[in-house]
């Protein structure tokens, strides 16, 4: 197993190279970060939006020396290919170009790792055919990680490219978790399995955890909640999951912000038969269409709880559908487990929406668990408890950052570091 440089010192020797730029390539954008590994600070950050669209925007941030106001360029950004130029052209402009001997290494986050990729891996040739035969089970993400990984090719082509996937942290589940109960042949023959997702963030959040209840990773058990836009939780005992909600694909589970999360099946070809919809528009209405937009019309869990507080009862339903599935989660991962140390909130509603923490915990005395609602009530960016003291099961909030994983795996990986 690759130790992530996550926490703790890591000492490379001042000549040697020492940044990792972190390459995050969705289908209409690319989210890159330039850190420094020696002590793990963000350079520069940037975001370049609606590729391909007349009103393309590149956003980038230099955070090196106090870092400056962001500087935006607007204009139709044609493809992939021109991104990853902008961005490297205002690296340049810092000072921080990709052309630089510092730079040690480029991490790509990508989707899907099947059950090939349990580690981060050395982009070769072969690796990156192996990701492209994972396009038919994650054709929203793959292909535009995959055009992510040959341009930076294409710019770098002597500098290591690294691989981070989504489902690497995921490729513990025993089978009794990761298999679906559908004729064995059939799911082999088309590699459906339960694969997991987020995984990188999974992982980071339960090592920060570990480091927050002082305690070694190998004795936890953990719940964790990953709920951003998209939401998953997963199952984590020493340190390796054993269970996580998102399946083949990141459909599967908790309710999300446009996604329905766990529905009978039957609901697909019921809407075949009975509404005459076909397959591609019944994907746009579980991925797109669903989930808490689907439910109030809003995905935002900040305006959702607006609404409540003035009495939307639309709002309010979508919360308690939310929070009906996530309670259920944590039951279920708390009999997988067996015992559970600790629940930890993380991503942008489990950071930020007290709400939220508060509800999915409410009523689980009996497991355990409960929210102090002083601790519960704080703002911060540090990993913290929101559990009383006399909890028997900590609840946590430890915010995520898979930019820094994803650098620190890369490293890990090619860096020369100088014990
Ligand atoms: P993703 O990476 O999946 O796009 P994030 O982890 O950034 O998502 O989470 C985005 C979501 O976090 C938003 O859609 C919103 O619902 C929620 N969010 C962000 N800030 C807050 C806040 N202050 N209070 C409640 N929810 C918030």
Redesign the pocket.
């Known amino acids: 197993m690759t130790t992530p440089i996550g926490e703790g010192t890591t000492t490379v020797a001042p000549e040697l190279p020492h940044r990792v730029l972190v390459l995050n390539s969705g289908s209409s954008s690319v989210k890159y970060q330039l850190l420094d590994m020696r002590d793990r600070s963000r350079l520069a950050v940037g975001l370049v939006e609606r590729i391909g669209e007349e009103t393309s925007r590149l956003t980038h941030t230099l955070l090196e020396g106090g870092g400056a106001e962001p500087r935006e360029r607007t204009g139709r950004i044609a493809d992939h290919e021109e991104a990853l130029k902008a961005a490297a052209e205002e690296l340049a402009a810092d000072g921080l170009g990709l052309d630089s001997p510092e730079l040690a290494a480029i991490g790509h986050r990508v989707v899907h790792g099947g059950l090939r990729f349990t580690e981060p891996t050395v982009i070769t040739d072969e690796v990156l055919a192996e990701i492209e035969r994972l396009v038919p089970v994650a054709p929203l993400h793959n292909p535009a990680n995959i055009t992510g990984i040959r341009t930076a090719q294409a710019l770098r082509p002597d500098l290591p490219q690294v691989a981070v996937f989504d489902t690497a942290f995921h490729t513990t589940m025993p089978e009794s978790a990761a298999r679906y109960a559908i004729d064995i042949e059939t799911a082999d023959a088309h590699r459906i399995r339960r694969y997991g997702f987020h995984g990188t963030s999974h992982a980071y959040v339960s090592r920060r955890t570990a480091e927050l209840l002082g305690r070694p990773r190998e004795e936890l058990s953990l719940v964790v909640l990953h709920?951003?836009?998209?939401a998953s939780a997963s199952a984590v005992a020493g340190g390796r999951c054993v269970d996580t909600s998102m399946g083949l694909t990141p459909l599967e589970g908790l309710v999300m912000?446009t996604r329905s999360g766990d529905i009978d099946p039957a609901v697909t070809f019921h809407l075949m038969r009975v509404a005459g919809m076909s397959a591609d528009e019944i994907d746009v209405l579980l991925n797109k269409k669903s989930g808490l937009v689907g439910l109030c019309g809003d995905?935002?869990?900040?305006e959702i709880?607006r609404r409540v507080d003035e009495g939307d009862e639309r709002a309010a339903l979508a919360f308690d559908i939310y929070i009906h599935r996530l309670k259920k989660y944590i039951g279920a991962y708390s009999a997988v487990l067996g015992r559970v140390d600790a629940v930890v909130f993380t991503?942008?509603?489990g950071e930020?929406?007290a709400p939220?923490r508060e509800a999915a915990i409410a009523g689980l005395e009996e497991l355990g668990l409960a929210v102090d609602a002083d601790l519960n009530a704080v703002r911060s960016g540090e990993p913290r408890l929101i559990s009383p003291n006399y909890a028997r099961v900590a609840v946590a909030v430890v915010p995520?950052d898979e930019e820094l994983e994803i650098a620190g795996q890369t490293f890990a990986l090619v860096g020369q570091v100088d014990n």
């Open positions: 709920l951003g836009n998209g912000g995905n935002d869990m900040r709880r991503a942008g509603v930020n929406s939220v995520t």
